[in-house]
């Protein structure tokens, strides 16, 4: 079965130091990664996604991800955090049970105080 | 513009009684999916399509159901709504299965 995990509820960085989010994952076969945030009231973006190849994502906004096959890892990650980074990420995996279903992490709050 | 539509955007109703939130994609996306977001359990996925006609549960279907009778609208339908299904309401469309979703503004629904 597939599982998502993000074992943080929150995370608290400084403004201009580096953040990283954690996920990891179970799946059967390939896994099709995905990170997104959501501001208030807001619905989901898209930040990065890893599908195959390099194992380091980048994405929007600054952010990159690296896919850790060993470990079934794929954590966010940003060299300088900003405060507008403060939102609500999720983790998700996208693998094939005779359908594509969708996973979602619980989701990581993110606060990067000024 | 490419979008995701969903309506209402928000709505209160009462057990029972029946309601249907809209879901309209313009970006000729096949996959489509149905998700709930509930504090601490992120999104769960309610039911999907792969395509027209094809329709698949995801993790929490119980007391819903869905259609695919076109490619760009995917509507949500609780028949006998009750309160345990108070929450927050997305839906999603990507290319296909594997590709990025791109995601609608949200429905908040409140069952009395």
């Known amino acids: 079965a597939q599982s998502v995990a993000q074992p943080e509820d929150q995370v608290n960085v400084a403004e201009g130091n580096p953040l990283t989010v954690k996920c990891t994952y179970s799946?059967?076969?390939?896994?099709?990664l995905f990170w997104y945030v959501q501001y208030p009231n807001r619905g989901l973006q898209f930040l990065l996604k890893y599908i195959t190849g390099d194992n380091l994502v980048k994405g929007s906004y600054g952010f990159e991800a690296e896919f850790n096959k060993s470990q079934t890892s794929f954590h966010l990650k940003k060299p300088s955090a900003l405060v507008s980074d403060s939102a609500l990420y999720f983790c998700?995996?996208?693998?094939?049970?005779?359908?594509?279903?969708?996973?979602f992490g619980a989701g990581t709050r993110l606060f990067v105080k000024a | 513009e490419a979008q995701v539509t969903q309506n209402p955007r928000y709505l209160i109703t009462v057990t029972g009684k029946k309601l249907t939130v809209t879901c309209s994609q313009n970006m000729n996306h096949e996959y489509m999916s149905w998700y709930r977001q509930d504090p601490g359990l992120g999104l769960r996925q309610i039911y999907y399509?792969?395509?027209?006609?094809?329709?698949d549960k995801g993790d929490v279907p119980e007391g819903y159901k869905v259609s695919r009778k076109e490619k760009r609208n995917f509507p949500l339908i609780l028949e006998s709504p009750s309160p345990n299904q108070t929450s927050l309401y997305f839906c999603?469309?990507?290319?296909?299965?594997?590709?990025?979703?791109?995601f609608g503004p949200g429905t908040r629904l409140t069952v009395l």
């Open positions: 799946v059967s076969g390939n896994p099709y």
């Open positions: 999603a469309s990507s290319l296909q299965g594997t590709d990025t979703q791109y």
């Open positions: 998700a995996v996208r693998g094939y049970t005779g359908g594509f279903k969708t996973i």
């Open positions: 399509s792969m395509n027209v006609e094809v329709t």
